[in-house]
């Protein structure tokens, strides 16, 4: 007979901070509507690793269709950046600067928009190129948009017909954006060891807090 799945006993179908596990709802980071078609426009979205610009790339993207390329970091980096109407660049900083500034320029010379997620600032290519640049600095996680999303992947995790839910503290929201920085991958990792621990704490036979999330 198989041992009693973990997370089962604490009303979880899963860790839900796995890495493949989706997020299960969006946090708006305040960065305005999608970009339009044909602006001659540079939007960037400028962050650290897993900050959620490829999300945000994501959900433009599903308003306004376009091409989208993620450059590797490998020889791939050299592929040609497609223009269209409207096109997504991810990891774009990765890029040899003299493609980007080829890139850039045939995009102002269609009158294109270029949406762009990157590690550094390419404003300067971008104006240039004769772009107008529009600049997305997403900052530091706060504790209410980690409360958001933690809770909401909690819930996604939730055994059918359960009335357990792990109770997160404005404490642990409070420590895990702190610790975090700008990096929702951060983020996710220290949820993944809090929810581990708390269940460890289960099959222990210890106490787990294990109440409505208020």
């Known amino acids: ?27 708006d980071r305040g960065v305005g509507p999608a970009p339009e078609p044909r602006q001659r426009l540079f939007v960037q979205l400028v962050g650290v690793k897993g ?39 991810d990891e774009i900083d990765r890029a040899p600067v003299r493609l980007v500034r080829s890139a850039l320029r045939r995009a102002s010379a269609a009158g294109a928009t270029v949406v ?22 997403l900052p530091a996680l706060t504790p209410a948009e980690v409360r958001r999303w933690a809770m909401e992947r909690l819930r996604s995790a939730r055994l059918p017909g359960t009335d357990r839910e792990l109770l997160l503290e404005d404490s642990l929201a409070d420590d895990v954006a702190r610790d975090a920085g700008g990096s929702w991958r ?12 708390q269940v460890a704490t289960a099959m222990a036979g210890g106490n787990i807090d294990a109440q409505e999330v208020r």
């Not at 762009?116 to 640049?133: F, I, K, S």
């Not at 220290?190 to 621990?197: D, G, I, N, S, T």
Request: proline share 9%.
């Open 51 to 89: 900050a959620g610009k490829t999300t945000q790339l994501g959900r433009w993207r599903a308003e306004h269709a376009g091409p989208h390329h993620w450059v590797p970091p490998s020889r791939g980096r050299w592929r040609r950046l497609p223009v269209a109407p409207i096109a997504y660049w």
């Open 116 to 137: 762009a997620g990157t590690h550094l600032d390419l404003g300067h290519l971008a104006d240039d190129a004769g772009l107008d640049v529009r600049t997305h600095d």
């Open 186 to 197: 951060v983020a996710g990792d220290l949820m993944h060891a809090w929810v581990a621990r």
């Open 1 to 27: 007979m198989s041992p009693p799945d973990p997370y089962r006993r604490a009303g979880l179908e899963r860790n839900p901070f796995c890495h493949d596990v989706v997020a299960a709802t969006f946090i």
